[in-house]
């Protein structure tokens, strides 16, 4: 069974760091592009970035409003994902998620999803 | 980075039929675009109905379909049920960057 947990969230104060990580398991990671989203309370769904595979020597891409502040990486020998944030806003608090995105009919598309984790951004 | 627009709201009659759709400000939605459609209930997380515009995953119940329509991207809804009430939301892969829609309400009554 696939499974992607989340972990990390906390209360942190604007211009603070957090790292979050997400778990795997039940699937070859080292096969998978693996995607951050995030979800501000009551709001809609925003993409934060992805990391591609080894075979793509790792490739990252970011959301424009995460650009420089956050980076994503990945260490397929625990079949983990990370998400690095820094310099953070009040804006940028939200429930993160982890995503596998998975190949089939040539189309990417994030298939499985782990239930979340809350980072709040507040003084 | 493209903005996407979707209905903020609809409703369907049970058994109804109804269309959500999912324009970008760049222009018109093309099969380029990749459009996917993702459903998400109360306490949730999102899932994937749609992908490449029109493929549906083995979990997509046949009753949801994916097309282009006018420019833009649209889910359509046939036969509607009452477990199909949720947010519904389109995700565009613009320039490399994928970016999502607002996303629309979509009520069963």
């Known amino acids: 069974e696939v499974q992607l947990v989340e972990s990390g969230g906390l209360l942190v104060q604007p211009g603070g760091s957090l790292r979050l990580s997400c778990a795997a398991s039940?699937?070859?990671?080292?096969?998978?592009?693996m995607d951050w989203v995030r979800q501000a309370p009551g709001k809609g769904l925003e993409w934060v970035g992805r990391?591609?595979?080894?075979?793509?020597?790792?490739?990252?891409q970011y959301a424009v409003s995460v650009r420089g502040r956050f980076s994503i990486s990945r260490d397929d020998s625990y079949k983990s994902v990370s998400l690095q944030m820094n310099s953070l806003k009040t804006e940028d608090t939200a429930v993160y998620y982890c995503?596998?995105?998975?190949?089939?009919?040539?189309?990417?598309?994030?298939?499985?999803w782990g239930q979340g984790t809350l980072v709040t951004v507040s003084s | 980075q493209a903005v996407v627009t979707q209905e903020p709201s609809l409703t369907v009659s049970p058994g109804g039929t109804v269309t959500l759709t999912c324009g970008s400000s760049?222009?018109?939605?093309?099969?380029?675009?990749?459009a996917y459609w993702l459903q998400q209930k109360p306490g949730q997380a999102p899932r994937t109905l749609i992908y490449?515009?029109?493929y549906k995953h083995s979990w997509t119940p046949a009753r949801f379909s994916g097309s282009l329509l006018g420019g833009k991207g649209a889910l359509t809804l046939s036969g509607a049920q009452p477990e199909d009430e949720g947010h519904y939301y389109c995700?565009?892969?613009?320039?490399?960057?994928?970016?999502f829609g607002g996303g629309t309400k979509l009520t069963v009554l």
């Open positions: 995503a596998r995105r998975s190949l089939r009919d040539g189309h990417y598309f994030l298939d499985y």
């Open positions: 039940g699937f070859t990671f080292s096969d998978h592009y």
């Open positions: 990391t591609e595979r080894k075979g793509n020597s790792y490739t990252t």
């Open positions: 760049t222009g018109a939605v093309t099969s380029g675009h990749y």
């Open positions: 490449g515009t029109t």
């Open positions: 995700l565009l892969l613009d320039s490399g960057v994928r970016v």
